[in-house]
């Protein structure tokens, strides 16, 4: 269930009330009079299940209440009601199925922000990875997927494209350029002092690497790993089950591929540096394009979902 807490200017009250009223799935509805201050209004409060939510807060939107007022919606984590149960049953579908897309577009519009966070995570990302591909150990090379963020921009072109957003795109595509090329370049800087203190040498990097040497050999079999993780990371961002998106993070070889090419980079090593990005390109591409597939294909089935539930109840 999600809970909305919502500021109405007194004139569109009774509008708002009606459509809650109306929408399949809500309960617990509360008006209090002019309890608003700022912006001015009313207070109206509600229940709704989270697969009625999506219908529910398009309606509110076309009010125009995101303008005037204030739509706030939160997670319920417990709630002992019979009342809460019924309108679980009544909405249509399930509730881990139900994709809330303002919700969608507004973590992922975080989440894809060229910040001076998000560029120190994936730049600590390349470096560790570094020095897995460096040592050849794949504990490391682990470590680094799990640390790098990058799996926030590509859900945000991914979403950018299904929902017609073209700064989310812009802000998304720029945070993944910027982000790796900063990380490749620190990264860079960060090789040539490890190989001055003569911690890295291009004798390891040329070694036998039986643990991390897919990184710079990319396959078929990386495209089809980068398409499966692509889908499970879109899932885990749509549903309520978000466990999964720290095993997608580990799953793809994105920022160790960007790591192998630095430090091939600073031996000349052209071949590892070429294979490393083809390896990198590759993944991005998977990715991005499983989410994009994902999301459409969760927007159809939702929606003839509803379509299919209205019709049903209407013949009934």
Known sequence: MLHLRLITPSD???DVVRLIERTVGTTHLVVLPGAARNPAGDVVMCDVAREAGDELLTGLQALGLDDSGSIAVENIDLSLSKRADE??????????DAVLWEHLTDATHE?????????????LAT???ACGVVLD??????????VGPEFGPLAGICTAAVQRAPRLALRSLTALLVGFAVAMAVTVGFSLFMDAVDLFSKAQLEAERPN???IYAPDWFSFVVAVL?????TLSLTSAKSGALVGVAISVTTVPAAANAAVAMIYTDTDQAWHSTEQLLLNLLGIILAGTLTLLLQKWLWTTTRTTTQRIRSAS
């Open 229 to 233: 993780a692509g889908a499970a990371g």
């Open 127 to 129: 470096m560790i990875a």
């Open 137 to 146: 150990n794949a504990i490391l090379i682990v470590g680094a997927m799990a």
């Open 87 to 96: 309108a679980e049953a009544e909405a249509p579908g399930e509730g881990a």
């Open 212 to 214: 991390t040497g897919f």
């Open 111 to 123: 989440e894809s922000t060229l910040s001076v966070t998000y560029l120190a995570f994936i730049t």
């Open 12 to 14: 569109k009250t009774d």
